[in-house]
């Protein structure tokens, strides 16, 4: 066996494993296998006010931050 017909085979097996890795993963999205409804669900059950009201003001803590971040990169003349 040369060196050329051990890099094709490399290349054919490697090939057939990709496709088939895709393959299962498609599969999985098409049949819900990365959804997971009950962990939102839970999360909107069993979260107290005090917990939504912390997320909220982080969100606004990170998007007050963004628009000082995009006023100090503007350009300075």
Avoid: C, Y
Avoid at 27 to 38: M, V
Avoid at 52 to 62: G, S, V
């Amino acid at each position: 066996m040369t060196v050329n017909d051990t890099l094709l085979m490399m290349l054919v097996v490697a090939l057939v494993i990709s496709f088939a890795i895709l393959g299962i993963f498609i599969w999985g999205a098409k049949n819900g296998q990365f959804d997971d409804s009950e962990k939102m669900m839970g999360g909107l059950l069993f979260d107290s006010t005090d917990d939504l009201n912390d997320a909220k003001a982080k969100d606004d803590r990170i998007k007050e931050a963004k628009k000082e971040h995009k006023k100090s990169k503007s350009p300075k003349e």
